[in-house]
């Protein structure tokens, strides 16, 4: 047998250790070397009166057998008093065993305020008092064990004990907090629910049972639990008659009744009482970070409108994807509802980064307006309702972990310019499944009506992350496919800077997931920040095409089909590269802080489209992507300016060259006052000028142009003092990063 556990050199303060179950630990403890405070009131079991024989009889008994001990006979909810005796006696407190009880029994309509006061004072009030008076002791020697008493008739219940079961619960509730707030400091807080002969059990039970429930069956568990090899800590366990147990806490999978937008009703509890109750795959949540966790999943399922199924919580995510496409395939969604004023469609043209600076983004933006009008992009909201209410889940043979699901392409489709306000019905099915190996993707086919009117027509396509490898096919005739663009430079470029509120302020049109929101959702999702929504930046690109190609009139926009390859981050740079192939004007967006595409294989079909005379202009009124970059640096010096100029002193001019000709001037003045960027030549003396061409320059602030290369291989050309570029390179690097 391993070695024996003993208490030498501990000093262990056992409450109501006169008599009982305390007594009993009080000469165990004693046997195994422990020093004892013997604390006990000696009242009688309502706790009335008192007396010192008590605590002094066992205290005798412990020095009888060569133990140490010491008595106190103040009431528990003295509870300094008790560790002062512990500290006089002893010199310190290690173990507090609170076991100090009485009972005030009664049928609840006649329990007293007495009785309900006395009994929490002893109990409850106790424990706390005492174990605090203990707790900063135990903390600076690093080691403490305490025991709360609980009982069976706190954690079950139990007729005529309603004053003692509130209190006994309460103490392992105390216990919980205790365990978390002293671990750090080696001090452990467990609960026990004893079951033993004693005068409290006396009129409850028959004598056999008294005589056979010992208190010494008791006692083992709580010196187990106080040594200081024990490493439990928050444990409630139920003891008696040679046997013991652990409990907790066990949760159903339950369900979710709300839906996004919708309100919370009692006939939904009601309706699904047998799945809320139903403890068939139970959890068993061990913290509180465990179960907000879920809530906090629940939350933003629903606020995404992903209508999470609960049986896809937690530890059952990843696993619990199945698609039956057999059974899904063809079937209807639940129609959806979305009716709106002109205010939406003006909330999404700013969603989309329209600004009243644009005169002629006025008529998306101005109810006033005489042509006041729908972005014809406005269409996927009229439709996404259907998807983000949690449709999807009501499909059979779809049981999808929402967690894993991305939006790989949109195509939308209008018959008649978007009402500017309205009430639409949306109608989804699902239109086919597509096997893609490492992941299933859902076409939906989503029908907009007003009235009995078709507006438009959206076809949704849903990447299932994992779901693949059932066996599927990879393309179906019904998926509308995305189109290459042709093998030229694009015929016109158009660019944007979202705002970095743009994701705050593009969901307000209704597509919530918090991944575009919250940056701790945003994390678990792999993402460093939150991100864009596609569909959002698919509107940035849909209306430079309009734009550009169709003069803003709504009335020339078809349809348009993307595929969202990457994200695209709020405050990033859009910029849409367009080509003309008579009415389809085929598009892609790339972020132009990192050169990647974010979206692909696009195009709009246009009923007609204007000239590409005017298409050839628009690349000429496109700014130049270095005039960015200036504008930046010059917002990024102003606080540092002064500094700068004191470790620069050079004043820098910049020929920026588009199609071998000038077509801008920057000066950057890192020599005079608090220094300043400004567009032009130089108005004093230039230290050193640099020419190269706006394509080149981005490439040397993104660092994929290097700056001596650039130089040796003509692309850049210096004049003046070549040494100074050397600090303006520094400069570029830690103020140009956009
Ligand atoms: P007990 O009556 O033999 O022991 C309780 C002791 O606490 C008594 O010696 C009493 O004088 C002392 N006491 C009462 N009020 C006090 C106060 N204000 N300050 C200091 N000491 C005080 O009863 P038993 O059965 O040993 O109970 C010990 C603990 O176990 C109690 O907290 C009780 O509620 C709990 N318990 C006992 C069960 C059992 O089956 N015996 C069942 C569930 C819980």
């Known amino acids: 047998m391993a070695s024996p556990l003993r208490f030498d050199n501990r000093v262990v303060l056992v409450t109501g250790a006169g008599g009982g179950l305390g007594r009993v630990y009080a000469l165990a403890f004693a046997e195994r070397g422990a020093s004892v405070v013997v604390n006990d009131l000696g009242g009688d079991i309502k706790g009335e009166g008192k007396s010192s024989s008590a605590a002094d009889q066992v205290v005798e008994e412990i020095r009888a057998k060569g133990g140490k001990a010491v008595a106190n006979y103040d009431s528990v909810e003295a509870g300094e008093k008790l560790i002062q005796s512990a500290l006089d006696a002893f010199g310190r407190i290690d173990i507090v065993i609170n076991n100090a009880g009485i009972l005030r029994d009664r049928s609840f309509a006649r329990i007293s305020d007495a009785d309900w006061d006395i009994i929490h004072k002893v109990h409850l009030r106790g424990s706390f008092l005492v174990t605090r008076a203990a707790w900063n002791h135990m903390k600076n020697q690093k080691f403490g064990r305490i025991i709360m008493t609980s009982s069976a008739a706190g954690i079950y219940g139990n007729f005529g004990q309603a004053n003692y079961s509130a209190a006994k619960l309460g103490l392992v ?36 049972l008294l005589d056979a429930l010992k208190p010494e069956y008791v006692a083992p568990l709580v010196l187990w639990l106080c040594h200081e090899s024990c490493q439990e800590n928050g444990g409630l366990f139920e003891i008696g008659a040679g046997w013991l147990g652990k409990l907790r806490w066990e949760r159903t999978v339950g369900a979710i009744i709300r839906q996004q937008n919708r309100p919370m009703t009692p006939e939904a509890v009601r309706d699904e009482w047998s799945k809320i109750c139903d403890f068939d795959n139970a959890t068993k949540p061990q913290t509180i970070q465990e179960s907000t966790g879920t809530l906090y999943e629940v939350l933003s399922s629903i606020d995404s409108g992903k209508g999470i199924s609960m049986n896809s919580t937690s ?35 700013l969603g989309v980064g ?122 179906s005739p019904k998926g509308k496919a995305t189109a290459n663009p042709p093998n030229r430079p694009p015929d016109v470029v ?92 085929h598009f892609q967006a790339k972020v132009i802080e990192t050169g990647e595409i974010a979206i692909a294989g696009a195009y709009v079909d246009l009923a007609s489209s204007v000239n590409s005379l005017e298409s050839k202009a628009a690349v000429q009124d496109v700014e130049l992507q270095s005039n960015l970059v200036f504008e930046e640096i010059s917002r990024r010096i102003k606080d540092v300016g ?36 400004y567009p032009g030549k130089a108005s004093g003396r230039v230290d050193t000028s640099f020419t190269l061409s706006d394509q080149d320059f981005i490439a040397l602030v993104m660092g994929k142009l290097n700056p001596q290369k650039a130089f040796f291989t003509g692309k850049l050309k210096v004049k003046g003092n070549i040494m100074l570029s050397q600090k303006l390179e520094v400069i570029l690097k830690d103020y140009a990063k956009l």
Not at 179 to 204: D, F, M
Not at 398 to 417: A, S
């Open 315 to 349: 530890q059952q995510t990843t696993s619990s994807t199945t698609i039956d496409p057999a059974r899904a395939i063809g079937k209807k969604l639940p129609p959806s509802m979305y009716q709106y004023s002109h205010i939406q469609p003006i909330l999404y043209a």
């Open 642 to 677: 002064g500094e700068l100029v004191k470790k620069v002193n050079a004043v820098f001019q910049w020929d920026i060259t588009k199609n071998g000709k000038t077509a801008a001037q920057w000066t950057i003045d890192l020599k005079n006052g608090s220094g300043k960027v």
């Open 173 to 208: 509730g105390l216990s919980n907090t205790l365990a978390l707030e002293g671990v750090k400091y080696n001090i452990h807080c467990n609960s026990i629910a004893p079951t033993a002969g004693s005068r409290l059990t006396q009129t409850v039970m028959p004598q056999e």
């Open 494 to 585: 158009a660019r944007d800077v979202t705002s970095v509120d743009q994701a705050a302020l593009y969901r307000l049109s209704g597509d919530w997931n918090p991944l575009h929101i919250d940056p701790s959702f945003a994390a678990m999702g792999g993402f460093e920040r939150p991100i864009l929504h596609g569909l959002c930046s698919f509107g940035f690109s849909a209306r430079h095409v309009l734009k550009h190609f169709a003069n803003n009139d709504v009335t020339n926009f078809k349809a348009i089909k993307v595929r969202f390859a990457k994200p695209v981050l709020p405050g990033q740079t859009v910029q849409t590269e367009m080509w003309k192939e008579g009415n389809r004007i």
């Open 354 to 475: 329209m600004s009243t600076k644009e005169p002629d983004h006025m008529k998306f933006l101005f109810e006033g307006s005489q042509d006041f009008c729908c972005l014809p992009t406005f269409g996927v909201i009229l439709a996404q309702a259907s998807f983000m209410s949690g449709g999807l889940s009501t499909v059979p043979g779809l049981n999808i972990d929402f967690t894993r699901v991305l939006h790989g392409e949109q195509y939308l489709e209008l018959y008649k310019p978007l009402p500017t306000s309205g009430e639409m019905r949306s109608e989804g099915t699902v239109a086919d499944i597509l096997d893609k190996g490492s992941g299933a993707v859902i076409l939906l086919d989503v029908n907009t009506y007003c009235g009995k009117e078709l507006i438009c027509y959206n076809q949704f396509s849903v990447f299932v992350v994992g779901a693949g490898g059932f066996g599927g096919k990879r393309s």
